[in-house]
């Protein structure tokens, strides 16, 4: 097993499809302090953002990941909060995989809500309870793409399914609001036909394609070269309940 690199994984892909790619060290959706946490037990040399706990508990912090650079871990994101994460600190260094990841360095306001989905608690395996906007965007423009609807009934099944909150977003749900809201009958019902052959994630291949590179890679921790200034702050470390650890950790002269 490879326990220089910590994965935090939840919805996008379950724990034993991940091993098949890559056997490392995995823990639940991130959140705030666990990548603290993560670097305090196991002292990895790299950490893998996928997917993090969002609206009632706090979700992972920018200062966090930015202080585990400062010791010199990579962090690496893809898919889900990790790929938000990592286009928002890309100047920092944090490294980012995938098209998601590449969707939100073009598109820098792009909403957060465009990659979450409800997820099941830690102890029933953080599954998917629903289905991300940019994987159902995707597949109808693949699905328009192939013929089996037109671009009339697809942006309207994107404005449907943008309507639709978070928590209650699905392909069913879509599907379900379509039949009472676009005249398009026998276009929804082709797509439903295609849908059954069950396309592939986005937030899934991204996860997937992270996870097979970092298999193959020899990861050195980082060197002196880190390109920003890292102060650690009383209300940093105190939101992190870890002073005393944090300044153990962190480099002298940071």
């Known amino acids: 097993m490879r326990d220089d690199i910590v994965v935090f994984l939840g919805p996008t892909l379950s724990e034993p499809q991940a091993r098949t790619y890559l056997d490392a060290i995995y823990l639940p959706p991130v959140g705030c302090a666990d990548v603290v946490r993560a670097v305090a037990k196991y002292a990895p040399a790299a950490i893998v953002l996928i997917d993090g706990v969002f609206g009632q508990l706090p979700a992972v912090r920018h200062q966090e990941i930015l202080w585990a650079m400062a010791c010199g871990v990579r962090i690496y994101g893809a898919a889900s909060i990790g790929a938000l994460r990592a286009a928002e600190l890309a100047p920092q260094g944090m490294i980012g995989h995938g098209l998601i990841y590449r969707w939100y360095r073009r598109h820098p306001l792009a909403d957060d809500a465009d990659v979450t989905v409800p997820m099941a608690p830690v102890a029933l395996g953080s599954r998917a309870l629903g289905d991300a906007l940019i994987d159902i965007r995707l597949t109808l423009k693949k699905a328009e793409r192939i013929g089996i609807i037109q671009r009339r009934l697809r942006c309207e ?8 909150h978070f928590s209650e977003r699905s392909f069913p749900k879509l599907l ?20 059954q052959a069950g396309d592939a994630s986005r937030k899934r291949i991204d996860a997937v394609n992270l996870l097979t590179y970092l298999a193959d890679q020899k990861i050195n921790r980082l060197n002196e070269d880190i390109p920003f200034a890292f102060e650690l702050t009383e209300s940093f470390a105190n939101d992190m309940e870890y002073y005393n650890m944090l300044d153990t950790l962190l480099p002298k002269g940071t």
């Open 157 to 164: 099944l994107e404005s449907l399914a943008r309507a639709l």
């Open 176 to 195: 379900a609001a379509a039949e009472n809201n676009c005249a398009a009958t026998d276009e929804i019902e082709a797509l439903k036909a295609w849908m």
